[in-house]
């Protein structure tokens, strides 16, 4: 499969046309079973085919079983300077009910690992909203990850996915429902928090002490133009999306022919005016209505015939030609989005 990366990364060069990379994200699956000097030979590809800036943000997503002193150590002889580590939870009985490998004891322990062996810019993933957490459990996650003193928490609403495990148990009534009403207060819990421990909410699920965002989900919602390299791996370089084979002997076979193992939309203006609108919405900085003109002339105008709704609402804000979300608006993010959306 390395191999084959680099072959995909020979192929994909000239896919964002020159533009300079700020950020490499290491993601998907458990990048951190990769050795240190594979990591490496990675980087050192990328930068051999693209202008890398100096203080590039890269990335590395690991499970908490996956770094061990040893793995820590030798990640700290590459270039990766930021860890997302998957916690999700610090409750054993709701990391089991998860699937999950890892203990909560695991959980803090690779932090401190990574904080031990010098990183400093970590963040981790945490899930509500699911039927075992009590509120008195999240409060507890809560504090937890706080105490730990890392700068980036992201926080999702648990989903059900159709055709998985869950969605079947829910529908064979082996396991309640998702509770929207549970979810929501406990969100409100999560901005509390964040308030009351020095961060800020930047984006609709992710949350950091100020400066600390992350760059490369930045980039993505705002439109920033990105290549993604592997099975299933997403690409957009403003005029067509893409989206890699997600099987796996499937795409070694496209690059064992010299084939580019992907699949190729060309966006319609339509698209990429729901495309900016998706992503900005949610974040702090909101959708710069004079971005959406340049996407289509005159689109702002008819976009604002929607908004005034949410802004006598008090769900969404207008200052200075830009829409944000209020605190309200916030729990009806992808609702409000889509009832702005323009169609094709």
């Known amino acids: 499969m390395l191999e084959?990366?680099?072959?995909?990364?020979?192929?994909?060069?000239?896919?964002?046309?020159?533009?300079?990379?700020?950020?490499?994200y290491f993601g998907g699956g458990t990048p951190s079973v990769l050795a240190s000097t594979e990591v490496n030979k990675i980087i050192?590809?990328?930068?051999?085919l693209h202008t890398v800036i100096g203080n590039a943000e890269i990335t590395l997503e690991a499970n908490p079983d996956d770094i061990d002193r040893e793995k820590i150590n030798g990640l700290r002889q590459t270039p990766v300077n930021r860890f997302s580590i998957g916690i999700q939870s610090f409750f054993d009985e709701d990391l089991a009910w998860m699937n999950r490998v890892h203990r909560a004891q695991e959980a803090?322990?690779?932090?401190?690992?990574?904080?031990?062996?010098?990183?400093?810019?970590?963040?981790?993933d945490l899930i509500y909203g699911y039927p075992l957490l009590t509120d008195s459990k999240w409060k507890h996650n809560l504090d937890t990850a706080f105490a730990l003193g890392i700068p980036h928490i992201s926080a999702y609403s648990m989903t059900v996915e159709p055709q998985t495990a869950l969605a079947a148990f829910i529908s064979k009534k082996k396991q309640s429902p998702m509770n929207e009403q549970q979810s929501a207060e406990q969100f409100a819990m999560m901005l509390d928090a964040i308030r009351l421990n020095g961060f800020e909410q930047y984006e609709i699920s992710n949350f950091c002490k100020p400066g600390h965002y992350s760059r490369h989900n930045s980039n993505y919602w705002k439109g920033v133009t990105y290549l993604g390299i592997g099975p299933s791996a997403h690409?957009?370089?403003?005029?067509?999306?893409?989206?890699?084979?997600?099987?796996?002997?499937?795409?070694?076979?496209?690059?064992?022919n010299n084939h580019i193992p992907a699949e190729t939309e060309t966006l319609t203006e339509a698209d990429r005016l729901n495309?900016?609108?998706?992503?900005?919405?949610?974040?702090?900085?909101?959708?710069?209505?004079?971005?959406?003109?340049?996407?289509?002339?005159?689109?702002s105008s008819i976009l604002m015939k929607t908004a005034e709704e949410y802004i006598a609402q008090e769900k969404v804000l207008l200052s200075e030609n830009t829409l944000?979300?209020?605190?309200?608006?916030?729990?009806?993010?992808?609702?409000?989005?889509?009832?702005?959306f323009f169609q094709a």
């Open 4 to 24: 084959a990366i680099h072959s995909e990364l020979e192929l994909q060069k000239n896919y964002l046309q020159g533009e300079s990379i700020e950020t490499i």
């Open 235 to 256: 690409s957009f370089n403003g005029d067509t999306r893409q989206w890699n084979i997600a099987n796996n002997a499937k795409y070694l076979e496209h690059l064992s």
């Open 44 to 48: 050192d590809h990328i930068t051999q």
């Open 275 to 299: 495309e900016y609108i998706m992503t900005s919405l949610r974040t702090m900085w909101g959708l710069d209505l004079g971005k959406l003109d340049n996407i289509a002339k005159g689109s």
């Open 324 to 340: 944000t979300l209020t605190a309200k608006g916030k729990l009806y993010a992808d609702a409000i989005a889509a009832e702005m």
């Open 108 to 124: 803090e322990d690779s932090v401190k690992r990574a904080q031990d062996a010098g990183f400093e810019n970590i963040t981790i």
